[in-house]
């Protein structure tokens, strides 16, 4: 029980650390911004390896080497249930207990502290694993990784598939513990950031604003996060995590609205596909798009004077800025397409669209 308690503590940590009455502490923006999670995994989990023999993982943010152990990054044997990665406590005891095989493997931090090398004693040749990084990995100031930044705190689970041992590809399989797990996602080929209401006619902030996103119909877009980026400074506003489970409709629209004052399940855009309480600055500011292992998909800085790169390392819009709406406007790419050039690839609609295309 010891365990756990003291991994209950340290996820608890930045929670505590950043509403603290402390005259040292830093504000809940800058700590979230020091914050590190997963920008990037090589080889990617996304298709089937024929061997693995090691993990490259880019930080959003610098860890502390001290941090870097076999109880804060280690990979398991078999697929885990995601829904697990928001107790760590968990899968740290089951390892302990026996209950899920960890490898032999050494972790190599580099000298920027932003990458760690997972190596396996031996080449894995079949079956799956999954990477575990959990909150004892800790940032600069002793921040706990969590990749949900600024939600509760939630270990990273990134699982890779090969052949199995008969040399088919990989199939339905069980975990550990028994629960059934279904086949690798399917991630989308193709996702951007479509159409911004970030400044209503109306309140701002009682469910009138929406972010949609344009992609692959069908594919997954669970863990995959919406950022929104204050253009004067580069600071993290907000971060919207999308739920387990999680598909782009049959039309191609995922459309993120804005949750009604008081009432978190309520909203004034009809075609919502996930309610969320967020309100996006009028410009100059950004929107990023990461996927489920925190790379970046996408980016739209509207309005004049973004500073170029956002507080977690990623940049802030492509080639000019998309316009500045007015009240009641929203921003939109024309027909969905994408140049790399957000004043080329959006324009501003007096009426705004949701959920069309």
């Known amino acids: 029980m010891k365990t756990k308690i003291t991994d209950l503590l340290l996820v608890s940590f930045l929670l505590t650390f950043i509403s603290c009455g402390n005259p040292h502490s830093q504000n809940f923006q800058s700590a979230l911004s020091s914050q590190p999670y997963v920008i990037d995994l090589k080889p990617a989990p996304s298709k089937i390896l024929d061997h693995l023999d090691?993990?490259?993982?880019?930080?959003?943010?610098?860890?502390?080497?001290?941090?870097?152990?076999?109880?804060?990054i280690f990979v398991v044997e078999g697929e885990l249930d995601p829904e697990t990665a928001l107790d760590a406590a968990s899968i740290i005891g089951e390892v302990e207990d026996g209950k899920l095989k960890a490898f032999s493997g050494t972790a190599t931090l580099s000298t920027d502290g932003r990458t760690i090398t997972w190596t396996f004693k031996e080449m894995i040749n079949s079956g799956s694993v999954t990477l575990v990084i959990t909150p004892r990995l800790e940032g600069e100031g002793h921040i706990p990784?969590?990749?949900?930044?600024?939600?509760?705190?939630?270990?990273?689970?990134?699982?890779?598939?090969?052949p199995s041992a008969d040399g088919a590809s990989p199939s339905p399989s069980s975990s550990p513990s028994g629960a059934p797990q279904g086949p690798p996602k399917?991630?989308?080929?193709?996702?951007?950031?479509?159409?911004?209401?970030?400044?209503?006619?109306?309140?701002?902030?009682?469910?009138?604003e929406f972010i949609e996103l344009y992609g692959t119909p069908g594919t997954d877009i669970d863990n995959y996060q919406v950022v929104l980026v204050?253009?004067?400074?580069?600071?993290?506003?907000?971060?919207?995590?999308?739920?387990?489970n999680t598909k782009i409709p049959d039309d191609g629209i995922f459309v993120i609205a804005d949750s009604r004052t008081g009432q978190p399940s309520a909203t004034n855009i009809p075609v919502a596909d996930r309610i969320e309480n967020f309100d996006p600055q009028n410009g100059p500011d950004a929107i990023q798009l990461l996927d489920h292992q925190g790379r970046l998909l996408d980016t739209v800085a509207y309005g004049e004077?973004?500073?170029p790169e956002a507080q977690n390392g990623l940049v802030t819009g492509e080639g000019s800025p998309a316009p500045d709406g007015a009240a009641g406007h929203s921003i939109s790419r024309v027909e969905g397409k994408d140049t790399d050039d957000n004043g080329k690839d959006f324009v501003e609609l007096t009426t705004p669209t949701p959920g069309i295309l």
């Open 54 to 72: 090691q993990i490259d993982i880019t930080f959003s943010k610098p860890v502390l080497e001290d941090t870097v152990t076999d109880k804060s």
């Open 145 to 162: 990784f969590n990749q949900k930044p600024g939600e509760d705190p939630a270990a990273f689970l990134g699982t890779f598939f090969l």
């Open 186 to 208: 399917v991630r989308p080929d193709f996702l951007v950031v479509n159409e911004i209401l970030y400044d209503a006619a109306a309140s701002d902030t009682d469910g009138n």
């Open 230 to 244: 204050n253009g004067g400074d580069g600071g993290i506003l907000k971060v919207i995590t999308i739920l387990e």
């Open 305 to 307: 004077g973004n500073i």
